[in-house]
Nanobody, 123 residues
Framework: VQLQASGGGLVQPGGSLRLSCAAS????????VAWFRQAPGKGREGVSC????????YNADSVKGRFTISRDNVENTVYLQMNNLKPEDTAVYYC?????????????????WGQGTLVTVSS
């Protein structure tokens, strides 16, 4: 069972990136998947989550209107489209699943994590 996060990089303020979270060893569409991020010197915070049952999405207030989470069950992948990026979005982004159908942002509930991908927003 493995999650592989990718797609990070350096982008200017106002730019866009799309992160990918590819699963291997299990079928991702059975489970809710969340994206977390961790900025230097800060704790890990939930950013976006998508359920398995009806594909309902949730976004933290700090990213509402800018980030969109989606899933492609054929590709066994979850995406995070990030638009209008700000310097405060700079962080290592992780995808994770708790093996449950519904979303939450309690880090301790998540037992499968991708390795993280660095997003740097700077001019």
């Amino acid at each position: 069972v493995q999650l592989q996060a990718s797609g990070g990089g350096l982008v200017q303020p106002g730019g866009s990136l799309r992160l990918s979270c590819a699963a291997s060893g299990f079928t991702l569409d059975y489970y809710a998947v969340a994206w977390f991020r961790q900025a230097p010197g800060k704790g890990r915070e939930g950013v976006s989550c998508i359920t398995s049952t009806d594909g309902r999405t949730y976004n933290a207030d700090s990213v509402k209107g800018r980030f969109t989470i989606s899933r492609d069950n054929v590709e066994n992948t979850v995406y995070l489209q990030m638009n209008n990026l700000k310097p405060e979005d700079t962080a290592v982004y992780y995808c994770a699943t708790a093996g449950a159908a519904l979303c939450d942002y309690d880090v301790s509930d998540y037992n499968y994590w991708g390795q993280g991908t660095l997003v740097t927003v700077s001019s």
